[in-house]
């Protein structure tokens, strides 16, 4: 039987593989920010990486990282073969894949995630666009991967400020959000 690979070595690799890339958790949480301060006008750019930093500890999002990234680097250096080189370098427009893998990674936090996905990835806002404009590098995965991860902390701090809203405990707010880290 195969050893599984550590969960703490794929979590680092993913957030190395967006350093690498050019992408930092502040960039997403100044999105997540700008998404959620009108329904929120206490939110704090502080809770926003936050929230940014626990969805990057979900497996799904990590593993979405690792393969989307490794297919944008593998275009860059053209070790894709033909017709798939090209639909990932001139990331063409009925080419799915990419915003495929990124919506599999918001499921996890509702319906919510995936409508704001949609809108980010429509919008193209804050680091999203530059990735989507930055040329001669490759981000045909990475700047819908962003948004996913965007879009799923943004979710999760509207759930969270519902729960406030609510009444609901600190301590069952955060038992919640540790069961939903689960994958």
């Known amino acids: 039987m195969k050893k599984p690979v550590p969960c703490e070595a794929v979590e680092k690799a993913a957030r190395d593989k967006l350093t690498e890339r050019g992408v930092a ?4 949480a100044n999105i997540v920010y700008d998404l959620q301060v009108k329904y929120n006008p206490d939110l704090t750019i502080e809770e926003c990486y936050e929230s940014v930093d626990a969805v990057l500890c979900k497996r799904e999002i990590q593993h979405a990282i ?15 073969s033909e017709p798939l080189q090209s639909l990932v370098e001139s990331d063409e427009g009925l080419f ?10 918001v499921f996890g936090f509702g319906s919510i995630a995936v409508t704001t996905f949609g809108y980010l990835d429509k919008e ?10 930055r040329k001669p590098k490759i981000d045909t995965f990475l700047d819908d991967l962003v948004a996913s991860i965007a879009a ?6 509207a759930h969270r400020q519902r729960d406030r809203e609510e009444n609901r405990r600190l301590e069952d707010i955060k038992q919640r959000e540790n069961e939903e880290l689960i994958g």
């Open 96 to 105: 799915g894949v990419d915003e495929t893998i990124a919506l599999g990674s």
């Open 66 to 80: 690792l393969v989307g990234v490794e297919l944008d680097i593998l275009a860059e250096q053209k070790k894709l």
């Open 152 to 157: 799923s902390a943004a979710a999760r701090l």
């Open 124 to 133: 193209k806002v804050g680091i999203i666009d530059e990735l989507d404009k």
């Open 25 to 28: 958790v502040q960039d997403i």
